[in-house]
């Protein structure tokens, strides 16, 4: 992979504000591929005090927002289907790897697994990106 684009997808989780507020880290990337990790807390409880399932959608739409784009030109979501398995336990960390499955000119397809530290699998997902063919406005 690009050095330049891995140092800047890098910079670009940092500083995401979404991204911020849920503690969202970028471990790895390379091409076509992203793992990120979140921090289950209170804050991200729903009404049975279980992590909110959009908490873990967002975990794994970074990881797939994070593949798809890692070949350094924009791509973005056509659809994103989840399945969650199961709860994790109250402040599991969790993963999110995302892995490209296949990619054309203009379509990329995905499948992403969260796991938590004992590896327990909590959701996986299949997504379609769309990849307009700019080059990421944020290389440099």
């Not at 140092?7 to 990120?36: N, T």
């Not at 709860?87 to 379509?107: C, D, F, G, I, Q």
């Amino acid at each position: 992979m690009d050095p330049k684009i891995k140092d800047a997808m890098q910079r670009q989780v940092e500083k995401e504000p979404f991204a911020k507020k849920l503690g969202l880290k970028l471990i790895d990337v390379d091409e076509g591929y992203a793992l990120v990790e979140m921090k289950c807390t209170t804050e991200m409880e729903n009404i049975f005090q279980m992590t909110h399932g959009g908490a873990i959608f967002t975990l794994i739409d970074e990881a797939f927002e994070i593949s798809c784009n890692s070949h350094g030109t924009v791509a973005v979501a056509l659809n994103v289907n989840i399945t969650y398995h199961k709860a994790p336990s109250p402040e599991s960390t969790l993963r999110a790897e995302a892995k490209e499955v296949a990619k054309t000119r203009r379509t990329g397809n995905y499948y992403i697994t969260v796991k938590d530290e004992k590896e327990n699998l909590i959701a996986s997902c299949q997504a379609l990106a769309y990849r307009v063919g700019e080059k990421l406005p944020f290389l440099e």
